[in-house]
């Protein structure tokens, strides 16, 4: 069974955790930008750093690292593995 606990927005995962992407908020357009950098439902994803206050956060999805904004990475919604 999984908890809401779980679950959380990209924002809000700790450095170095990691976990499934299960949903992401946004039109067709965001969704497809999204997905063309490898950021799509069920795909494993992992925090390396995040800048403090309202910065960018880095991550690393399929092998690559990518550095994307708070507001895009707000829309995406995490299960903790």
Known sequence: MINKKDRMSLIDIKDGRSGIIISVLGGRILTKRLADLGLTTGTEIKVI??????????????????????????KITVELK
């Open 49 to 74: 750093g995040r800048t403090l206050f309202s910065g960018p956060v880095q991550i690393e999805v399929c092998g690559s690292r990518l550095v994307i904004g708070r507001g895009l990475a707000s």
